[in-house]
């Protein structure tokens, strides 16, 4: 008699699939993730995970049979895949082997079917993780919960703001990321007295809590002059460039083709064909009580050296070299003031500073940088 967990036709497999979904115990994942978690060796802390396939409300059918070969079928929570798992759930999708550029999480389990447990002389070990997210609103539990969800802003499957990142500082560890791989700051010294007694090298790019973007997801369509200033968690919608000058934070970034060569800090949200010049800046959620999220329309401007702790409606300009806040009093045509976050989110606005009075003026938008992006030197 067939084993029907080792279907040989596509109506067995689709069968086997529906017993998986049916199991009382499983409950569909809003998002799931296969990748390989670092685990220090000194206590076991998780320094990072990366995410081979992310799943978005998608192959809820593959997440209900990995959760029946693992015995599991909570929607939230990380589960370790031994070799065992992996290769049982390899066999039973073996009449799939030929055509794994159709099934994705397929082929990240053939590739993580030949993981290599400790690749260097750092002392972390490398482990295969399946990752389950109950609901994109309720908060992170875990580590890998943290980096599912950064995974899913970069790789543009959810916009800013479309997962809660609730307590995430204190799931993360904080990591030295070396040109090896992340380790733990407690072991790194002895670990590259190691390394460089043996004639070897080992290079380190931060000491943080957050890694570089472009180590875990390279999204199509953009272009980043300095990795270390886009972190995981970044949202860079294509068309978008980020010059040297430039930084993305987590839970922030583009919705459409923007020139970054200024500060976007975490939370914000950039509209397309937005021009943030050298040097300046955006107000983020971590300043302050972290409860005001800056937006910026389409189709703005501010300035080299200007920045903003208001949002911007679109069309609209902040003269290089001024910064606007919440409480600058600003003066209207009419002569009169006010705050301008009374004005937070208006369009078609020319901020600037009265060279003769110093005086904060905001007058209707007319006849100034209508051309928007410069297409030839944008495109992406």
Same mark, same amino acid.
């Given at each position: 008699?067939?084993?029907?967990?080792?279907?040989?036709?596509?109506?067995?497999?689709?069968?086997?699939?529906? /017993?998986?979904?049916?199991?009382?115990?499983?409950?569909?994942?809003?998002?799931?993730?296969?990748?390989?978690?670092?685990?220090?060796?000194?206590?076991?802390?998780?320094?990072?995970?990366?995410?081979?396939?992310?799943?978005?409300?998608?192959?809820?059918?593959? /997440?209900?049979?990995?959760?029946?070969? $693992? &015995?599991? @079928?909570?929607?939230?929570?990380?589960?370790?895949?031994?070799?065992?798992?992996?290769?049982?759930?390899?066999?039973?999708?073996? %009449?799939f082997r030929d055509e794994l550029h159709a099934h994705p999480n397929l082929a990240v389990l053939e590739d993580l079917a030949g993981l290599v447990e400790r690749p260097n002389a750092l002392p972390v070990r490398k482990v295969v993780v399946f990752t389950s997210i109950a609901a994109l609103d309720d908060a992170? %539990?875990?580590?890998?919960?943290?980096?599912?969800?950064?995974?899913?802003?970069?790789?543009?499957?959810?916009?800013?703001? &479309?997962?809660?990142?609730?307590?995430?500082?204190?799931?993360?560890?904080n990591v030295v990321w070396t040109t090896m791989g992340p380790c733990d700051v407690a072991s790194f010294p002895g670990a590259q007295r190691v390394i460089r007694s043996a004639g070897g090298a080992v290079g380190v790019t931060s000491v943080d809590k957050f890694p570089r973007m472009v180590d875990y997801v390279v999204p199509a369509g953009v272009r980043i002059a300095d990795a270390e200033r886009v972190r995981l968690g970044a949202h860079l919608a294509e068309g978008t460039t980020v010059m040297h000058e430039g930084f993305v934070n987590f839970n922030a970034g583009t919705l459409g083709p923007c020139m970054v060569e200024g500060r976007i800090s975490?939370?914000?949200?950039?509209?397309?064909?937005?021009?943030? @010049?050298? @040097? $300046?800046? %955006?107000?983020?959620?971590?300043?302050?009580?972290?409860?005001?999220?800056?937006?910026?329309?389409?189709? $703005?401007?501010?300035?080299?050296?200007?920045?903003?702790?208001?949002?911007?409606?679109?069309?609209? %300009?902040?003269?290089?070299?001024?910064?606007?806040?919440a409480g600058t009093v600003v003066t209207l045509p009419d002569g009169t003031r006010h705050k301008a976050k009374d004005l937070s989110g208006s369009p078609d606005l020319l901020f600037r500073r009265n060279s003769i009075s110093g005086a904060v003026e905001v007058l209707p938008r007319e006849g100034t940088w209508q051309e928007g992006l410069n297409e030839a030197l944008h495109a992406n």
């Open positions: 008699m067939s084993d029907p967990n080792r279907p040989m036709t596509r109506d067995a497999f689709e069968q086997m699939v529906a /017993a998986a979904l049916a199991r009382p115990e499983f409950t569909e994942p809003a998002a799931f993730g296969l990748g390989v978690a670092t685990i220090a060796d000194a206590d076991g802390a998780v320094l990072d995970t990366w995410f081979a396939s992310i799943n978005l409300a998608e192959n809820i059918g593959f /997440a209900a049979a990995l959760h029946d070969v $693992c &015995g599991t @079928g909570a929607p939230t929570g990380t589960v370790r895949l031994t070799a065992a798992h992996v290769d049982e759930m390899r066999a039973r999708s073996e %009449i992170p %539990i875990d580590a890998h919960d943290v980096y599912l969800r950064l995974h899913l802003l970069s790789s543009r499957k959810v916009a800013p703001h &479309g997962v809660n990142l609730d307590g995430q500082f204190g799931l993360l560890a975490a939370g914000v949200v950039v509209g397309a064909d937005t021009d943030l @010049g050298g @040097g $300046c800046s %955006i107000m983020g959620t971590l300043s302050g009580g972290g409860k005001e999220v800056i937006e910026v329309g389409e189709r $703005c401007l501010i300035g080299a050296n200007a920045g903003i702790g208001i949002s911007l409606g679109d069309g609209c %300009i902040v003269e290089a070299g001024l910064y606007v806040t």
